[in-house]
C-alpha cells in the first residue's frame, strides 16, 4: 500500500520560511517524479514545484526563487522549502508522486498525499 505522509506546515508570518516534507512508503521512489502542488479553496490544484527521478527539477513562476524542491532517495522523502512567504502562499499543500515527465499537471500523478495547511499571515 502506497503512502505519502506530510509535516511542516502551520502559521507563519510574511517573509518568514517554512519546510514541508512528504515521506513515501510502497513505492520504488527512486523511479518516481515528486511533485508539490497547493490548492486555493474553491480552487482547482495548481502545479507547485516537481522533482524528477532523474533530477530535472521545474518550479511555478509565482515561487520560482522562493520555493526550493529537494529529494532525499535514501530516505524516501521530498522537501519544499519554503522562503520569502507572502499571505497568497496560504494554501492546503500536498505532496504527489507518478511515473511521469509531465510534471505540472496533477492527472499525470498516482499517489497523493492527504495535505498540509499553510497559513502566511501577521
Known amino acids: 500500500q502506497v503512502q505519502l505522509v506530510e509535516s511542516g506546515g502551520g502559521l507563519v508570518q510574511p517573509g518568514g520560511s517554512l519546510r514541508l516534507s512528504c515521506a513515501a512508503s510502497g513505492l520504488s521512489f527512486k523511479a518516481f517524479a515528486m511533485g508539490w502542488f497547493r490548492q486555493p479553496p474553491g480552487k482547482e490544484r495548481e502545479f507547485v514545484a516537481a522533482?524528477?527521478?532523474?533530477?530535472?527539477?521545474i518550479y511555478s513562476n509565482s515561487v520560482k526563487g522562493r520555493f526550493t524542491i529537494s529529494r532525499d532517495n535514501t530516505k524516501n522523502t521530498v522537501y519544499l522549502q519554503m522562503n520569502s512567504l507572502k499571505p497568497e502562499d496560504t494554501d492546503v499543500y500536498y505532496c504527489?508522486?507518478?511515473?511521469?515527465?509531465?510534471?505540472?499537471?496533477?492527472?499525470?500523478?498516482?499517489?497523493w498525499g492527504q495535505g498540509n495547511q499553510v497559513t502566511v499571515s501577521s
Open positions: 504527489a508522486a507518478g511515473r511521469t515527465c509531465n510534471y505540472r499537471y496533477g492527472a499525470s500523478y498516482e499517489y
Open positions: 522533482r524528477g527521478w532523474n533530477s530535472d527539477t
